[in-house]
């Protein structure tokens, strides 16, 4: 019954690993982000008169449909990136949870053995009906105390996990909206380069578009800094599970104590 208590202990510090591949899940989007965060080809910090290896090439209006589809690439690129990514990060929080699940079935499988293995032999040198019904009484409290504990920790552990799906979900959400609102951002500077080239000069387009894309960076930094205070919120809800775990702990030993101490009215010699 004790190891019981140890493993749980012991299992809560593996949990780290999942939360590894939280963190992982939670942030690389943010890393994926990150790189749209950086000069898009073509519109270095140079001026437009020496970029000469720009994506438009020196002759900026004569390339600006090309140059255009090149940009609008790469950001669906980074996006194809992010999708497989979350994907990957998805797949491996599920088979964690797989596996801890049928772990801890594993180990209540053998705990519920050893148990009962106690309760034969303590019925065995049981004498008498005051005896026997004392060992009675004791498993009846041990189970009670057990089934409680488990049916915290299993309401800690899917509370948790539905809240992190949930951050998940709303994090989803909140990066494909800057993702969204990023790429029209780019789309409109495109397509006003394009107009411009019909109305003013070369250099003059070429610095609208450079400007206009430097605020749609901008923004789209602003949109990311919200989303990355997720982690904060995973912290969070690992702190309330971590607390509601110890508590649960807690209340059992507690019980067993209890249920150990009527034991030893009718068992004299057991020991602390």
Do not use: H
């Amino acid at each position: 019954m004790i190891s019981e208590t140890r493993w749980m202990k012991m299992n809560y510090k593996n949990f780290r690993k999942f939360l590894i591949i939280v963190a992982i899940g939670l942030v690389f989007p943010v890393l994926i982000l990150a790189e749209l965060d950086n000069p898009l080809p073509g519109m270095a910090s140079e001026k437009p008169a020496e970029a000469k290896t720009n994506i438009f090439g020196k002759n900026f209006c004569e390339n600006t449909a090309e140059g255009s589809s090149k940009i609008e690439q790469k950001i669906a690129d980074l996006e194809a990136r992010l999708a497989e990514k979350r994907a990957q990060s998805a797949n491996k929080i599920s088979q964690l949870q797989s596996d801890r699940d049928k772990k801890l079935a594993e180990k209540r499988a053998q705990w519920d053995t050893k148990r009962n293995e106690l309760y034969a032999k303590m019925g065995s040198k049981a004498f008498g009906s005051k005896q026997k019904q004392a060992v009675a009484a004791f498993k009846t409290e041990v189970e009670q105390a057990v089934l409680a504990r488990r049916a915290a920790i299993d309401n800690a552990i899917n509370i948790f996990r539905s809240s992190s799906n949930q951050i998940f979900v709303d994090r989803k959400i909140a990066s494909d909206q800057a993702i969204l609102n990023y790429k029209i951002a780019v789309q409109e500077a495109l397509g006003k380069a394009q107009s411009d080239c019909q109305k003013v000069d070369a250099k003059t387009a070429r610095k609208n578009l450079a400007d206009s894309l430097k605020a749609a960076k901008e923004n789209f930094n602003i949109e990311k800094q919200g989303i990355e205070k997720t982690k904060t919120s995973i912290q969070d809800i690992q702190n309330i599970k971590k607390e509601a775990m110890e508590k649960a702990i807690t209340y059992f030993k507690s019980a067993l104590e209890k249920a150990k101490e009527g034991l030893k009215q009718s068992f004299p010699e057991i020991d602390q």
